[in-house]
């Protein structure tokens, strides 16, 4: 067995624990004196940093060599690495000789919450806000860190700690998944009851992944089908948003390079698109709508309309699509040159009257999913909007 480890923090949650850690140890709850919780500048970690008071946290004993190992290297993709302390026990001081307490290390890149960044200094301006935390990532990274730890041994932490970001939106996107919407009209058939994985194969990890699994599914004869094998290009869910002025009668498109239309060989791959992007984790999509406008196009949208939400392709595509209406006012806004720089994003923001849209449609040069459901969602609730 190896010494106790304090822990704080994220590792405090008990599915991240669990899924980190695994079982067969023990643990109490326990305060090390002589810190106080800080957060790594840049990032909304917690962080240790040396003052007066007491970190509150858990003491785990009982831990094996290799849940050792894997706490090490959960810490580690975080940008954490151990440390020996000194933690008052039973109202004595005691020294802990190979106890690990997980600070943040020194400058160098890591993830923050949800996204990499180069780590600053430790804040002393604010601590770390445990419910928080839990209700809005709590989940996700408890999902998120199955992924981590199927990668020890394989992977370096700091080639997870790259990839963080990505688990955690995949994570996210489980999660949303999860939701049962129902089989009014469907078969009552279930993942869980009625396929049966029989192999699993990731032949692809980075933004995005290919999942390549062997499977059968139950048919509507109530047989099983035969084993087959079916790829899936795993993605996060997304939002689209339409920008619409009712005042000028006119919607706010996007132009953009695309990959996709690039490999299946168009020799224009720039699409006309609404506005779009990933969600974040622990977002919500209409906060995803609003972030989104305001990073391609510098536009503040009004009320929100859905639209819909939806598989654009199921057949061999996870990403789901939270789509939206949204109204704003679009005076001086075409024309305008957008996107993350950091993300190498070059997006132009096109005003067009909305009596040209169906030509557009027609033409096939508006001609992808998002845009075209929602110019017709338009077509129809225009008159509502304008009035």
């Known amino acids: ?18 899924e980190v850690l695994g079982t067969g140890h023990s643990v109490e709850a326990a305060a090390l004196s002589g810190y106080r919780l800080g957060r790594v500048a840049g990032s909304g970690l917690p962080a240790l940093v040396p003052g007066e008071g007491a970190v ?17 290297f959960f810490a580690a993709v975080l940008g954490y690495e151990p440390a020996e302390v000194e933690m008052r026990l039973e109202d004595r001081w005691r020294r802990l000789v190979a106890a690990y307490l997980f600070l943040a290390g ?5 993830p923050v919450e949800t996204g990499p960044v180069v780590n600053g200094p430790v804040a002393t301006d604010g601590g770390w806000d445990r419910d928080a935390w839990i209700a809005r990532l709590g989940d996700v990274w408890a999902s998120a860190a199955v992924e981590v730890m199927a990668g020890m041994g394989d992977e370096s932490p700091a080639a997870m700690a790259v990839r963080w970001p990505t ?30 994985i029989l192999a699993h194969r990731t032949p692809y990890t980075e933004y995005f992944s290919l999942e390549d699994p062997d499977l059968r599914f139950r048919r ?24 619409y002025d009712p005042v000028q009668d006119a919607v706010l498109m996007v132009e953009q390079f695309r990959t996709g239309p690039l490999v299946r060989g168009d020799p224009r791959p720039w699409s006309l698109e609404p506005i779009a992007g990933r969600i974040d984790p622990g977002e919500a999509p209409e906060d995803t709508a609003r972030r989104e406008a305001q990073e391609e196009s510098g536009l503040a949208l009004g009320a929100l309309h859905k639209v819909a939400e939806y598989y654009p392709s199921p057949g061999a595509v996870t990403e789901y699509l939270y789509s939206f209406v949204a109204e704003a006012d679009l005076a001086g806004f075409g024309g ?31 001609g992808t999913g998002p845009l075209i459901l ?14």
């Open 220 to 243: 509507f004869n109530g047989a099983w089908s035969n084993r087959v094998r079916r790829a899936a290009f795993v993605g996060g869910d997304a939002v689209s948003v339409l920008p």
């Open 1 to 18: 067995m190896t010494l106790p480890l304090f822990l704080y923090g994220p590792l405090c949650h008990a599915p991240l624990r669990a």
């Open 374 to 387: 929602s110019i017709y969602w338009l077509a129809l609730n225009r008159t509502r909007l304008r009035s």
């Open 56 to 72: 509150p946290g858990l003491l785990v004993s009982g831990l094996d060599a290799t849940a050792r190992a894997r706490a090490d």
């Open 336 to 366: 305008r040159i957008g996107g993350e720089a950091g993300e190498d994003e070059d997006i132009r923001s096109h005003v067009v009257p909305f009596d040209r849209l169906m030509a557009l449609i027609d033409s096939g040069e508006a």
């Open 106 to 110: 020194p400058v160098a890149t890591g």
């Open 167 to 196: 688990m955690c939106m995949r994570a996210a996107t489980r999660i949303r998944a999860a939701r049962d919407t129902g089989a009014e009209i469907r078969a009552d058939l279930t993942a869980a009851r009625d396929v049966e």
